[in-house]
DNA sequence: ATGAATCGCTACAGTGACTGCATCGAATGA
DNA sequence: TCATTCGATGCAGTCACTGTAGCGATTCAT
């Protein structure tokens, strides 16, 4: 299946080898305490080169999380011919939740980024460009498989409801520093408490 | 009740130059194409004296959004003794729905910050910030009004989930182009749908 | 009214994120 | 084997943003 020539892999061992040099600095010294070029210096790369894998500094941190996204919209893809809206945004939502825990909350990733995310007001709010972008092209896909029963304004109004209390929820938690497991419950209730306004 | 001392006034004078010259130059020539430096010379100021006024160069667009804020704080302050849940965050909800419309939706300030985010991350992201940070206010000032009903990460989840939708709501109507009255309609069946799912 | 303290503004020098461009050399494909 | 592709590099440049020292106009105390 992953019928990767040398050149790309060489290539995704830079991006990994420049992802871990950034979490490996970042959690020692902070957000701000590093730049790019160290991080390119540890990573044994070119400060250009960096650029040419990530937009800007933050988006190290944010590597990956596209992923989650398309799960989303796989599951809405999905749906059975009868399945109710908000069965599919329940399981559109709890696809993010699940791939959200594997990848970023088990490793204790979303942990580190929300502790430097709260001191870091650039990084904050670039997280939060992601969710919006992210946001915007569920309450699409939403709208397109329930053609009859929304309009754009509504689609976004649900989807911006559910991962605006999911998202909250799971910053909230892990702020007061809450494990893995905790934050996921505490992101389900949140899904659980949005789908039940729209039944 | 202005009591303000000269100095004071010329503050004001120059804030103010910053904000028109900003406003008209980002207007007609888009975000990215206009330079800190040219808005401080449009505004006859140093460009030293531009960040005096304003963190950043978005912030120049954001300016006096914490007013609103802190309407819906003092909204959810001076509840009735046995006000519900629901009704206070409808009420603080509207608070700021009302103030967005006379400040910024009636001028079109709303839609060249919806038209301008839409092509700059940069300003989408800082203006997503401030929602994030006033969100987080908003669920503070709920759990301590309701402190038996919520927990931290409920009352984000329910604070979450209303400026989600009625921010949501109300980008999705700017973008195709509603006009001030519609937008405002479109953030308030927002917010009463998420009102449902509280009671 | 006068001297002192405050404070908005300015000039200057610097840091660091990010980009365009020309180039090199290794991988790839014919 | 030769040509093409493409990831990586160096370099020069732009621009957002900051620290610092100083100027001059308001404000305040006497």
Redesign the pocket.
Known sequence: MEKL????R??QR?RQALIEAAVRLFQDRGYDQ????EIADAAE??P??Y???F????DVLLADTDVRVDLALEAIAERDAGERLPDVLVRATDQMIVNAWDRDLSSGLAALRARLAASEPALQARLLQRYLTAQAELARALQRAYPDRLDAVLAAALVGAMVGAVSASALTSLQRGDGPDEVRNAMRQAMALVARSIA
């Open positions: 020539g040398l050149r790309e060489k290539k830079t590093v730049t790019v070029a790369v070119s250009r080169t650029f040419l894998h937009q800007t500094k933050e």
